[in-house]
């Protein structure tokens, strides 16, 4: 069975203080309502396309670019977007990538230095949020892990799917309250091993 260290076992939430000042212009429109649909296979498909224009503007600068979120797991009902972690060496120093991000179509939303250094772009159609780590934040260590247990535990992929329809009637709460949901499966995945 395999250990995880601590800093990937145990989730960091920054206080409302550091979230109010992380929005950098406009909230997206698409966060005003929440809407889950069914899986729909061609999410895969516009992973690819994303995945593939980033790749162009940043070249050999990516240490690696993954779909993580609802979205990358078959089966589950999701938001349309598409939740990218994208790993760059030193995310502090936007110049190095956000003018070329900005050049392929996304804007700098959310700037989160507290936060693993996280930064978060969209695209221009609000329906890929661009979620810029440096290598050595756990956070998308978590998203893949819960990426591939939600692929292979179907109880648990149902239970976030029931969970995510209950509190998308709550715009402003609907990212916070899935932490317990959330916290209680990678609960179970760090028990696996």
């Not at 260290?5 to 000042?21: L, Y």
């Not at 649909?37 to 994303?50: I, N, V």
Request: charged share 25%.
């Amino acid at each position: 069975m395999a250990e995880y260290p601590r800093e990937i076992t145990e989730r960091f939430h920054g206080t409302p203080e550091q979230s109010a000042t992380a929005l950098i212009g406009e909230p997206p429109q698409r966060w005003r309502t929440i809407v889950i649909e069914d899986y729909d296979p061609s999410w895969a498909d516009r992973y690819t396309s994303a995945r593939d224009g980033i790749r162009q503007a940043l070249g050999d600068r990516i240490l690696s670019i993954d779909h993580v979120g609802s979205t990358s797991v078959p089966g589950l009902a999701a938001k349309p977007i598409i939740d990218i972690d994208l790993l760059l060496a030193g995310t502090g120093d936007e110049s190095a990538y956000v003018p070329s991000l900005e050049r392929a179509g996304y804007r700098l939303l959310l700037r989160e230095p507290w936060w693993h250094g996280h930064r978060m772009l969209i695209s221009a159609a609000e329906d890929v949020h661009l979620h810029v780590w440096p290598p050595d934040a756990p956070e998308p260590i978590r998203h893949r892990l819960l990426r591939d247990w939600l692929r292979t535990h179907p109880s648990d992929r149902d239970l976030y799917a029931d969970t995510k329809r209950r509190l998308a009637a709550d715009p402003d709460g609907y990212t916070l309250s899935k932490n317990d949901v959330i916290d209680q499966i990678l609960a179970r995945v760090f028990a696996a091993g």
